[in-house]
């Protein structure tokens, strides 16, 4: 089957997420981020990766409020567009991961009740109103693994159901597809009920996707049960410039160093920003490389993955072998952007970490792209089987 699917893009950031769709051929209509040096930055990179802008425009401020647009000019605007799109046919995608400090362990945990808990249930009810053809939702796994959040989300799932969306949903992990970073999300994406019919997908009685309809392994190139089995190297005292062989029996592709020599940070356009403190050097130097187990100064192994690249709360990556924090193309590098995806030199150092931090690596986002492009292109037999929910 052709198709033309339309993006609708929300909680966009510098556009982690909407760069991996629109490199496996889905077409970024719209554009919404409340922030504007993320706006900002994602139509700077688009420049520079010679990237068409998007078709409806970029909205930040107060017409990028998800919280209020279920209502008003704007959301009477999407709407119109969401209609514009379906003139030719085209299949339109919702696609967003609101802000998730509410629902992570590291961070405020005030859950729904927080001001970004409540952006979650905004996104849904937009998603409820205009009723695009599918959607794909990203959060933290705290959402889907604590208690209390997890009740919540069960709640999203059955306004969703309600509204006509098929679901499935997995906890996937970033390194699975390439990226050489350990961070586990929760994605959950849902299809109008139509749409389904209309395939002879198979579902279950509880509106879920049944197991292998939506086949969510098909783009995971390093299963989670072996990427952890392998020899990685533990810590070593740090010395500065040291050189350090791979070690075998190891995916080098996994590595830290991979992926600097890979997007050759050193001569990156963002390789000089990185916070310069002016004490504390010594503390830098005195962490070993591959000690990730502290809260704040946590120093990245060359050929070891990274941990979650979360620069938020005090946390700081420390660089392998240099006395210093890692930078923003090495960030960009660990995030498994392209060698040529840049920010703005004149972004602040704090917005240039705090978006890449909230990003949905690359390489995750692309495989999510083609799965979903690889369900919509295919029939399923009939069946009624239960869903297995799995991290593998």
Not at 65 to 79: H, M, N, P, Y
Request: glycine share 6%; proline share 5%.
């Amino acid at each position: 089957m052709t198709f033309s699917p339309c993006i609708f893009s929300f909680f966009s950031g510098s556009g982690f997420l909407d760069l991996g769709f629109e490199t496996s051929g889905f077409n970024i209509v719209y554009v919404n981020e409340i922030f504007k040096p993320f706006i900002t930055a994602y139509c700077y990179s688009r420049e520079i990766l010679k990237l068409p802008q998007a078709e409806y425009g970029y909205h930040d401020g107060e017409a990028a409020d998800v919280s209020k647009l279920i209502a008003g000019k704007e959301a009477q605007r999407i709407c119109e567009l969401v209609k514009d799109c379906r003139k030719s046919d085209n299949i339109v995608g919702f696609i967003g991961g609101p802000p998730c400090p509410d629902f992570s362990v590291g961070g405020k945990n005030k859950g729904k009740l927080g001001d970004n808990g409540k952006l979650s249930d905004s996104y849904v009810e937009l998603i409820c109103r205009n009723l695009p053809d599918f959607f794909l939702f990203e959060n933290v796994k705290g959402l889907w693994r604590t208690t209390k959040h997890r009740l919540f989300f069960e709640s999203l799932k059955r306004k969703l159901t309600q509204a006509g969306y098929i679901l499935t949903e997995r906890l996937i992990n970033a390194i699975e597809y390439g990226v050489p970073q350990d961070r586990e999300r929760i994605i959950l994406v849902g299809f109008r009920d139509n749409l389904i019919n209309d395939r002879a997908i198979e579902i279950t009685r509880d509106n879920l996707l049944a197991e292998g309809a939506f086949i969510w392994k098909s783009q995971v190139l390093y299963p989670q049960k072996q990427v952890f089995n392998y020899p990685w190297q533990k810590c070593e005292i740090f010395q500065e410039n040291s050189i350090i062989s791979c070690p075998k029996g190891i995916p080098e592709q996994l590595t830290v160093e991979y992926w600097f020599r890979k997007n050759d940070v050193l001569h990156h356009p963002n390789t000089q920003h990185y916070f310069k403190p002016r004490a504390g050097i010594v503390k830098f130097a005195a962490v070993d490389e591959g000690d990730v187990s502290k809260k704040s100064f946590k120093r990245l192994h060359r050929w070891r993955y990274s941990p979650t690249a979360c620069y938020g709360n005090n946390e700081v990556h420390l660089h392998p072998y240099q006395v210093r924090r890692i930078s923003v193309a090495e960030a960009l590098a660990i995030q498994s952007l392209p060698a040529n995806f840049a920010l703005p030199e004149n972004m602040s150092l704090t917005n240039m970490f705090k978006t890449i931090g909230n990003g949905v690596p690359y390489l995750a986002s692309k495989a999510l792209a083609q799965t979903i492009l690889d369900f919509l292109g295919t029939k399923v037999k009939k069946s009624v089987q239960p869903q297995k929910f799995t991290t593998v």
